[in-house]
């Protein structure tokens, strides 16, 4: 996740046309990552469990059929899980399957109150492993840290006048091979994004944020994908995505689709 350093130099990357929270006067003309922290094919999901999988489904081949090379945009898109339902404020119900476990990262992520330390805290705690006991604090505290470079109070909420939209559009998918586990159980998932603002009166932001990347690793825990921060160092790292890219391909990034 992000330093107090990196903080601040993305910091140049979301501009505040006028930040008065209190009288909702938050006005958005840039983007800013709140964190630095597959294939549509139902065959390859296994619903049995997550440890019945020995790795996570991914592009086959950089080859189209068109005869040029194989990119996310013209590659299968991968659909998502529907939740069962929601609580605490996040999406739940992800079955035990790689898609289940990027669907709920993509929900996550896309709901995640990644400006608002309290609601935050309430997502996280509803999220967050058993095994991973500073989980929560630890993004809470990043969340107050970049509030105050942001010049806002370092607890808080913002103005009900200003929405934020997350947009995942592609996703990476590894196996991690965690000690003690069943192959298949803990995931690594970076999400392709764009977030963008919507202020008083209809103010759009005209230069919303796009094609930042996070990443989040899950396990299968109590029935669902938690998330956890035991197995850092087994973190890997992917090329930038782009949809016409054909390393992007290679690299396993796929579009994502929301189910209808």
């Given at each position: 996740?992000?330093?107090s350093a990196?903080l601040?130099?993305?910091r140049?990357?979301?501009v505040?046309?006028?930040?008065?929270v209190a009288?909702a006067?938050?006005l958005?003309?840039?983007g800013?990552?709140a964190?630095?922290l597959?294939r549509d094919?139902s065959k390859?999901r296994?619903?049995?469990g997550p440890?019945?999988s020995a790795?996570?489904p991914?592009?086959?081949?950089t080859q189209?059929s068109s005869?040029?090379?194989m990119t996310p945009?013209?590659?299968k898109k991968w659909?998502l899980?529907?939740?069962t339902?929601h609580?605490d404020?996040?999406a739940v119900g992800?079955?035990?399957?790689p898609g289940?476990g990027?669907?709920?990262v993509?929900y996550?992520?896309?709901?995640?109150a990644?400006l608002?330390?309290?609601?935050?805290?309430?997502q996280?705690?509803?999220v967050?492993?058993?095994d991973?006991?500073?989980?929560?604090?630890k993004?809470?505290?990043?969340?107050?840290r970049?509030?105050?470079v942001?010049?806002?109070?370092p607890?808080?909420?913002?103005?009900a006048?200003i929405?934020?939209?997350?947009?995942?559009?592609?996703a990476?998918?590894?196996t991690?091979?965690?000690?003690?586990l069943p192959?298949?159980?803990?995931?690594?998932?970076w999400?392709?994004?764009?977030?963008?603002?919507?202020?008083?009166?209809?103010?759009?932001d005209?230069?919303p944020?796009r094609?930042?990347?996070?990443?989040?690793?899950?396990?299968?825990?109590?029935g669902a994908?938690?998330?956890t921060?035991e197995?850092?160092?087994?973190?890997?790292?992917?090329?930038?995505y782009?949809?016409?890219?054909?390393?992007?391909?290679?690299?396993q990034?796929?579009?994502?689709?929301?189910a209808s």
């Amino acid at each position: 996740m992000d330093s107090s350093a990196g903080l601040k130099a993305r910091r140049a990357r979301f501009v505040l046309a006028a930040v008065v929270v209190a009288v909702a006067a938050l006005l958005v003309a840039g983007g800013f990552a709140a964190a630095t922290l597959m294939r549509d094919d139902s065959k390859s999901r296994v619903d049995a469990g997550p440890g019945a999988s020995a790795g996570v489904p991914a592009p086959q081949s950089t080859q189209a059929s068109s005869g040029g090379l194989m990119t996310p945009e013209k590659g299968k898109k991968w659909k998502l899980d529907k939740p069962t339902g929601h609580k605490d404020g996040v999406a739940v119900g992800f079955p035990a399957s790689p898609g289940g476990g990027i669907s709920a990262v993509v929900y996550f992520w896309e709901e995640y109150a990644w400006l608002d330390d309290e609601k935050a805290a309430q997502q996280l705690t509803a999220v967050a492993s058993k095994d991973s006991p500073g989980y929560v604090d630890k993004r809470v505290s990043e969340i107050r840290r970049m509030r105050e470079v942001l010049g806002l109070p370092p607890s808080g909420g913002i103005s009900a006048d200003i929405n934020f939209t997350t947009t995942v559009n592609a996703a990476r998918a590894t196996t991690v091979h965690a000690p003690g586990l069943p192959v298949g159980e803990v995931m690594q998932v970076w999400v392709s994004y764009d977030r963008y603002a919507t202020g008083p009166k209809g103010g759009r932001d005209e230069n919303p944020l796009r094609g930042d990347m996070v990443d989040f690793v899950v396990k299968w825990q109590d029935g669902a994908w938690k998330f956890t921060d035991e197995f850092e160092s087994l973190r890997s790292f992917p090329v930038a995505y782009e949809p016409d890219s054909p390393y992007a391909w290679k690299d396993q990034w796929v579009q994502v689709r929301h189910a209808s």
